[in-house]
C-alpha cells in the first residue's frame, strides 16, 4: 500500500502542494482510486472469496490486510489500480486545460 501511495504523489505531483495539504489529498485520492478499483475487481472474486472480503470488512482490519488479500486473489489488482489512477489522472488533467483555456 505504500508503494501505491508514493506512485500516487508522483503521479499527482503532491510533492509540489503545500504540505498541510498533502496528506488530505493524497488520502481523498487513495478512496477515488480504491473504490472504482473495487468496482472493477470485485466481480472478479469467488463467491467464497467474496465471503472471505466481507469477513474483511467487517472485522476492520487495516487498509494493508484489505489491500494484501485482494491482491492474493485477484492477480491484476494492483494492474486495475494502476489503470484507475492513470485515468484518474488524465480525466483531472483534461478538467484543468479545460479551465485554463
Same mark, same amino acid.
Do not use: W
Given at each position: 500500500?505504500? &508503494?501505491?501511495?508514493? +506512485? /500516487? ?13 498533502? !496528506?488530505?489529498?493524497? +488520502?481523498?485520492? &487513495?478512496? /477515488? ?5 473495487? &468496482? ?6 469467488? !463467491? *467464497? +472469496?467474496? &465471503? ?38 488524465? !480525466?483531472?488533467?483534461?478538467? /484543468? *486545460?479545460? /479551465? +485554463?483555456?
Amino acid at each position: 500500500m505504500a &508503494t501505491i501511495k508514493k +506512485n /500516487l504523489m508522483d503521479l499527482f505531483e503532491i510533492e509540489k502542494m503545500p504540505e498541510e495539504k498533502r !496528506e488530505d489529498t493524497l +488520502n481523498r485520492l &487513495t478512496t /477515488l482510486i480504491l473504490e472504482s478499483t473495487l &468496482t472493477r475487481a470485485l466481480p472478479l472474486l469467488s !463467491e *467464497e +472469496n467474496m &465471503t472471505e472480503y466481507e469477513d474483511i470488512l467487517e472485522s476492520k482490519q487495516s487498509p494493508e490486510v484489505l489491500f494484501n488479500f485482494l491482491s492474493s486473489k485477484i492477480p491484476s489488482f494492483e494492474d486495475i489500480m494502476k489503470e484507475e489512477a492513470d485515468m484518474l489522472h488524465k !480525466e483531472l488533467s483534461g478538467e /484543468l *486545460e479545460a /479551465l +485554463n483555456s
